[in-house]
């Protein structure tokens, strides 16, 4: 199966660049072709054509017609007008990302695939999407790449920050001294600190406990770390076999970071560190989130797709009432979002009190107007 998965960036290793590597590099062990189409490229992207994946900057230049078109971000409708008999499908990876912004009803997207409970009520928020065609499939893990670790010791010694967000003026301060408090030694990795890096599971089986949400807090659950839900938006729990149930339906993601970020209470997540129940959790992981299983599913769903497609009538006229929508939706929050980003600057500016962003509003919608581009 000819497969092309679209993404707004391959360029750092971060949450939905390492899910497209993945995938990518699954699908093509398991006999699929699949094109790798990102306008922005970089270490993942050099990673995946080193192994053997197409990718490409310019759907323009490309001979390839995919089957099924795998579609992430806003890029998804771009590769529905450059291949017009192709379906497609779109997954939502966030429900507040701009990127994940809901594209809204399109014939040809035949599935709308939420990763967690909170993307799918998000894809839900558009009445013109059929509930039919709405479905969850959770995150995976590739079980190759993140190997088992061995026993957790019986009281913690090393701990790892496992964030591209963390660094001094986050929240890393807070994490240093709950850490230092319970006598352990601290590490981190990740972009802001200086210290990213692309092969993170041979790091992981070197610390006890990670500090990390969402991709990264299920790679280091893989492994067999105890992990405590920890970024820049809040604290959340350790992860245990009570609320892992929970956790994963959301993702271990920034919804269950309802905590401030204090040192008392990162000490007292820490205190519940339990080798055996750790144990137990990375083992429900390894068993229901790998990467092999997950990739079988997709094309399960690639399959079902280009069959309704290839059985259904075709209304080209709904296509384009679909798109002229589309872009209306997407002119106006480009433009909100950009006069937002104006007055804030404004706001910035010591003495610049409300009456001047009362008036550069005003200034800018007589220049630009509600639907203009700037």
């Not at 899910?19 to 699954?26: M, N, P, Y």
């Not at 967690?116 to 959770?138: F, G, K, M, N, T």
């Not at 245990?240 to 309802?258: I, P």
Request: aromatic letters at 8%; glycine letters at 6%; charged letters at 20%.
């Amino acid at each position: 199966m000819k497969i092309l998965i679209t993404n707004a960036y391959l360029d750092i290793y971060a949450g939905t660049q390492v899910v497209v590597r993945d995938l990518a590099l699954e699908l093509l062990r398991q006999g699929h072709q699949p094109l790798v189409y990102s306008p922005r490229l970089g270490q993942v992207a050099a990673e995946l054509t080193n192994a053997g994946v197409s990718v490409t900057d310019r759907l323009d230049t490309t001979t390839f017609v995919p089957d099924i078109i795998h579609g992430q971000h806003y890029l998804v409708i771009e590769a529905l007008l450059r291949f017009p008999s192709t379906p497609a499908i779109y997954v939502c990876h966030s429900n507040i990302g701009g990127h994940d912004e809901m594209i809204g009803y399109f014939p040809r997207i035949l599935r709308y695939v939420a990763v967690d409970d909170l993307c799918r009520r998000r894809i839900e928020s558009v009445p013109e999407i059929p509930r039919a065609r709405i479905q969850v499939v959770a995150n995976a893990v590739d079980l190759q790449r993140y190997q088992p670790r061995g026993r957790l010791p019986a009281k913690p010694g090393r701990a790892l920050v496992f964030s591209n967000h963390a660094n001094k003026s986050t929240y890393l301060g807070a994490v240093r001294k709950a850490c230092r408090q319970a006598g352990l030694k601290l590490d981190v990795i990740g972009l802001f600190s200086g210290n990213a890096t692309s092969s993170p599971e041979s790091l992981l089986p070197q610390y006890d406990i990670v500090f990390a949400k969402a991709r990264c807090a299920l790679e280091a659950l893989a492994v067999g770390n105890a992990v405590v839900l920890c970024d820049r938006m809040g604290l959340g729990p350790m992860v245990s076999t009570r609320n892992f149930d929970t956790l994963r339906s959301l993702n271990f993601g920034h919804s269950q970071l309802v905590n401030p970020i204090r040192a008392g209470l990162i000490r007292a997540e820490i205190e519940r560190y339990n080798p055996e129940d750790a144990a137990a959790v990375s083992q429900r992981v390894r068993e229901e989130a790998g990467l092999v299983a997950l990739a079988r599913q997709w094309i399960e769903i690639y399959t079902a797709a280009i069959e309704e497609f290839r059985c259904s009538p075709r209304n080209i006229d709904d296509e384009f009432r679909a798109l002229a929508n589309y872009w209306t939706r997407h002119n106006y929050a480009t433009r909100v979002e950009w006069e937002r980003k104006q007055l804030s600057k404004l706001r910035s500016v010591p003495l610049i009190g409300g009456a001047l962003v009362y008036f550069a509003r005003r200034i800018l919608r007589k220049w630009f107007g509600v639907y203009g581009t700037p």
